[in-house]
């Protein structure tokens, strides 16, 4: 499996951003694939994911702002941004769980369930700042 993201950049407060992130050589039925964000000095956290099911869920504090979806061959998943501060300065990273359970997935993207069975992509920098 592979996962690159692209997108990242310098925003303004109040500004928007689109990451994507382009996948190939998994074929899974059933999977979770989300948006994660690290910051140095602090442990990664889940922003947005989806479900094979098309569902979503989103951490509490991006929640209205950002909006995770995928293309229609379901091979590159976005995250548009919007309304941008400066505790949205991280490092983002996408990942992909084949054999998720989707009904789980609220608490996959708060990471509760493990991550050893994540491939996750190189990650992409997203700095607010006026």
Known sequence: VRLTESGGGVAQPGGSLRLSCT???YDASAYCMGWFRQVPGKEREGVAAIGSDSSTTYARSVK???TISQDDAKTTLYLQ???LTIEDSAMYYCAV???CNVALM???LRLELGSDSFDWGQGTQVTVSS
């Open 106 to 108: 609220k608490w996959w």
């Open 23 to 25: 996948t190939s050589g």
């Open 81 to 83: 941004m919007d309304r």
């Open 64 to 66: 209205g702002r950002f």
């Open 97 to 99: 769980e084949r054999g």
